[in-house]
């Protein structure tokens, strides 16, 4: 298997994990936050959706940037759990339909990945002259790799919560523990 192939197969191990969980959760549970300071399962769906379809279908598919950032983590009810299911699945269509043309030859070329300047502000304090020209490019390996870190990192968080949420036998990463 090669390292694009594995990268797809990581990610679609998590996002079983992700709708795993959303299906054990009522409405309420996948918003529900902890603490004020804290995403709920329904935020970080969001997040990993949008940080998704910026890398891989805005990045390498070279399509326009239409994520906002920001509203990933403010949101609260915004979808329903099943619309969140419907998100992440057709964000991972579309990011399958454009990995699955990558090359090893194409590991290497340069991936430029934008940002809206609010999103890119907010993010962190930045000086007036990095918000000039708001992103990053890396190799598409690094977008690869870093995308799908991303991924499993939040999944876990998504796992936990919905462990600490439901109370159940049930499992959700597919091992025994």
Known sequence: MGYVEEIIRTMNTELNRILTCLDMLSE???WYRFKSNMNSIGNLCLHLAGNEYQHFV????NNSNV????????????????ELK???TRTRN?????????????LKNPIRVNYSVDDWTSMQDRSSEE??????????QIILYQVCEHYGYHTGQIVVLTKLIVDSSNSISGYKH
């Open 131 to 140: 918000a000039v020209d708001p992103g990053y490019t890396r190799d598409l």
């Open 28 to 30: 309420d549970q996948v």
């Open 94 to 106: 579309e990011s399958m339909s454009i990995l699955q043309n990558v090359k090893v030859g194409d």
């Open 86 to 88: 419907e998100l992440l």
């Open 58 to 61: 805005s990045g390498i598919g």
């Open 67 to 82: 994520r906002k950032r920001s509203m990933e983590f403010t949101s609260d009810r915004l979808y329903s759990k099943n």
